[in-house]
């Protein structure tokens, strides 16, 4: 066993990262066992990033954050329970590795009231004589896992997350009974929400496949587990007896396992355990200008209810040069997140170029409305522009590409949906149609009705005119046929006549 010769002192990249992230950077224990998995871990993966280069620093500042982080979440648990880490007496680190949480708890409580507990002799080895904490190595059965002391805070990082159902109960069994009365236990596992899609999760809520980072683990043991919150519950009461109380973190390490708090004395309601994630974010772009300014470009999001980023901040050899805040729309980071209140994530600055140099460490952090801050980028100037620079116009484009593409889904949406109002419209239209058609058909036979009317009025307009004409030769002949009458009566001839009459009368000759 033998530490991994890095130079770790003199590295400024890792001199910058820790003066951010330790609380106290002169005492921070900074050496890594050559054998630590979780950092071979982080070098593999930088690796990948950095196109299959052997990118130790970034390997390093992944390994120190991932630490810290887990720190940052057993603090706000610790600080709920307990009021401080000041207030724990004991502490049990189980299946802790090689320490990369270990060395920033010790910078919160004496190395001697803090025990470390792994399947790894070399790891307890490790811890215990660089570190200065109390060392218990661990075994492969639970059965066989006995200790004779009990703790005031046990934590379980990463354990539960890979080990299968038939030693998951005995496990939890273990060390819920290694608790003092008032002692919290903390474990993380996979939630189902980080099963693959086409993956059934089976009715009992825990799935389990032997597959895991370990290369000397043995993988039937030491796997992949996914657990539903129902699952860990009713094992919880049956290691309990019903009695503890348990409370579910939701992605409380690191944004991605759940954390479980387990107590048999509520000291507080969990309602007041206000836990925070940390901001997130990313520096897409890093490209020095023509006029030889830096140019940096990214987004910065925070996922926290209510949480936002205050600003960003951009620090050149720990000294602070520049700082933003998000001012422009990132769907593809709204989306990543399902989360729209974080829309606006995008962020830009420049940096004068008589402020950095090629050579300097540069420090990008994301701060959120909580105090909580996030290192978004902490490496050299040269190694971060050579792995983003070709990534600027890359960048670039792919932002234009996706405005495109969100402006031809819109314009497909919109023409599905003028195509549907139309397919709606086209009966309704054919209907109008008809009835115009018809209206107008009735509307010409009304026409020839009329022009038959408006022919006969003339008709009778003219029989109308003969009949008055008629009538008044009529009258005009009566009036003549009168006039003669007159004549007549007033004639002599009449006047006998009307005498002859008279006599006839009277001598009864003459008929009514």
Not at 18 to 26: D, S, Y
Not at 140 to 146: A, D, I, K, R
Request: a negative charge; one cysteine or more; hydrophobic letters at 40%.
């Amino acid at each position: 066993m033998s530490n991994l010769n890095l130079n770790l002192v003199e590295n400024p990249v890792i001199k910058a990262l820790i003066r951010e992230q330790a609380k106290f950077p002169e005492d921070f224990k900074l050496n890594i066992c050559e054998d630590d998995e979780m950092y071979l871990f982080s070098l593999s993966n930088a690796k990948e990033d950095a196109g299959n280069e052997d990118d130790r620093d970034r390997a390093l500042v992944r390994y120190y954050a991932i630490g810290r982080r887990i720190r940052d979440a057993v603090k706000q648990v610790v600080d709920w329970h307990f009021g401080g880490f000041e207030n724990v007496p004991s502490f049990l680190d189980f299946a802790c590795g090689y320490g990369r949480f270990t060395r920033f708890l010790i910078q919160e409580m004496p190395p001697e009231q803090i025990w470390v507990s792994d399947i790894y002799a070399n790891a307890v080895k490790f811890q215990t004589e660089y570190l200065g904490v109390n060392g218990i190595v661990s075994t492969g059965q639970p059965e066989n896992y006995l200790i004779d002391r009990k703790f005031d805070c046990i934590l379980a990082n990463s354990f539960f997350s890979h080990i299968p159902e038939r030693t998951f109960t005995s496990w939890l069994q273990n060390l819920y009974d290694l608790l003092t009365p008032n002692g919290i236990l903390m474990f993380s596992v996979h939630g189902d929400c980080l099963l693959p899609a086409h993956i059934e999760m089976p009715a009992n809520g825990i799935l389990f496949s032997a597959e895991s980072e370990s290369q000397s683990l043995d993988k039937e043991e030491y796997g992949t587990t996914y657990v539903t919150e129902k699952f860990v519950r009713e094992i919880v009461g049956k290691v309990s007896g019903g009695k503890a109380f348990v409370h579910r973190l939701k992605k409380g390490i690191c944004r991605f396992q759940d954390l479980y708090v387990v107590t048999n004395k509520l000291v507080r309601d969990f309602s007041e355990l206000k836990f925070s994630h940390h901001p997130g974010g990313y520096v897409d772009v890093a490209a020095f200008t023509n006029k030889q300014n830096l140019y940096l470009e990214g987004w910065a999001a925070d996922v926290n209810v209510g949480g936002r980023i205050e600003e960003v901040q951009v620090l050149v050899n720990g000294e602070l040069v520049q700082r933003c805040e998000p001012f422009y729309d990132r769907r593809d980071v709204a989306d990543y997140f399902q989360k729209d209140a974080i829309l606006q994530s995008g962020w830009n600055c420049y940096l004068p170029k008589n402020t950095v140099a090629p050579e300097d460490v540069l420090t990008v952090k994301a701060i959120n409305n909580c105090g909580w801050e996030w290192i978004l980028e902490n490496c050299s100037v040269k190694s971060l522009v050579g792995q983003r620079q070709s990534q600027s116009l890359l960048g670039s484009t792919h932002e234009k590409l996706k405005l495109v593409e969100t402006q031809l889904a819109a314009a497909k949406i919109a023409w599905e949906i003028s195509q549907n109002k139309l397919m709606i419209t086209q009966p309704k239209l054919e209907e109008t149609q008809t009835k115009l058609e018809e209206t107008q058909t009735q509307l010409v036979s009304a026409h020839t009705q009329l022009e038959q009317t408006q022919t006969q009025l003339v008709s009778v307009q003219m029989q109308l005119e003969q009949t008055e004409n008629q009538l008044i030769n009529v009258k005009q002949e009566l009036d003549r046929s009168q006039n003669r009458v007159l004549a007549m009566e007033s004639s002599k001839f009449w006047k006998l006549r009307s005498g002859w009459f008279q006599v006839r009368q009277m001598l009864g000759l003459a008929g009514e």
